[in-house]
């Protein structure tokens, strides 16, 4: 019994160790690399392998560094209240209100058109819509609501936080969706022949039984956001910063020893988030 038992150990083992060797030449060994880099130093014509502390100790006694962080949550944060309210309403829309799975498929798909583009042209479609002379200012000032375009349409937080809405919103209308679909429709009578009004369902029925897609919608939203820094160049007309945009910055300057060192803190910084989000629910446990 213990020599199958012991048999059954490394077949599982074996059949393990490909992934497992994949993972660790493209996800473990890259991290360990910039972990290391980090730690050198580096001057205007090379850099210096050396195990010092001096590029942590500048990001953290910068104050740019913590006025860029908490910029780089502002978008977040709000990036994720806007997808989750857009999400959330159209996977109910499909889950509950289409009938025909054919229809829910065709809407399903439709939500995926603009996934047939890369990111970067969906994102720069914004700007002659939202420029001062852009079509939203046009419509505005012939409809009379205005009297002069608004600057702030383009080149502004509003214009940063609106690409990235238009971008990362089916991440979390996917997993959303998945699980309002695995949802058993006989809780959802049952709760209505107890009394329970459409609000007390959604509150009390549907929105608990969908943890698993909001909190992994969620993770995704939000580390994409904070990972970003080619809308926030664009989008902000260089005006803005986050996170990202301070690890290109470095890299331009080919300072990759503190491109290294901020890029640690920022994987920290999401590996914290992250826990704090599946403290909510257990996802392997619910899926």
């Known amino acids: 019994m213990r020599i199958q038992r012991r048999h059954a150990g490394i077949l599982a083992w074996l059949q393990a160790a490909p992934m497992a060797l994949v993972l660790l030449v493209f996800l473990v060994a890259p991290i360990v690399m910039i972990a290391v880099v980090s730690f050198w130093q580096a001057t205007e014509f090379s850099i210096i392998p050396a195990f010092e502390f001096d590029n942590y100790e500048f990001l953290f006694g910068s104050s740019v560094t913590y006025r860029v962080f908490v910029n780089t949550f502002k978008y977040a944060l709000i990036t994720w209240a806007f997808t989750f309210l857009i999400g ?40 002659p819509f939202l420029g001062r002379n852009g079509i939203a200012n046009s419509a505005l000032m012939s409809w009379g609501v205005i009297d002069a375009p608004l600057d702030w349409l383009l080149f502004s937080d509003f214009a940063v936080i609106l690409a990235f809405v238009h971008l990362y919103t089916l991440f979390m209308v996917v997993p959303i969706f998945n699980t309002m ?107």
Request: aromatic share 10%; net charge positive.
């Open 181 to 287: 679909m695995r949802i058993d429709r006989a809780l959802i009578e049952a709760a209505r022949d107890a009394g329970a009004n459409g609000l007390q369902i959604l509150w009390n029925v549907i929105v608990p039984l969908c943890k698993p897609g909001i909190m992994i919608g969620s993770i995704f939203v939000i580390t994409l956001v904070m990972g970003d820094f080619i809308t926030v160049r664009f989008m902000s007309g260089s005006q803005s910063a986050n996170v990202g945009r301070l690890i290109s910055n470095d890299i331009a300057l080919l300072q990759y020893p503190s491109a290294a060192a901020t890029a640690m803190v920022l994987l920290a910084t999401v590996l914290i988030v992250i826990a704090i989000l599946l403290r909510f629910v257990d996802i392997r446990k619910e899926l």
């Open 88 to 127: 959330f309403a159209v996977a109910y829309f499909l889950a509950f209100h289409v009938r025909s799975l054919t229809w829910q498929i065709a809407l399903f798909l439709l939500c995926t058109i603009p996934f047939w583009t890369s990111n970067i042209i969906r994102m720069i479609s914004w700007i």
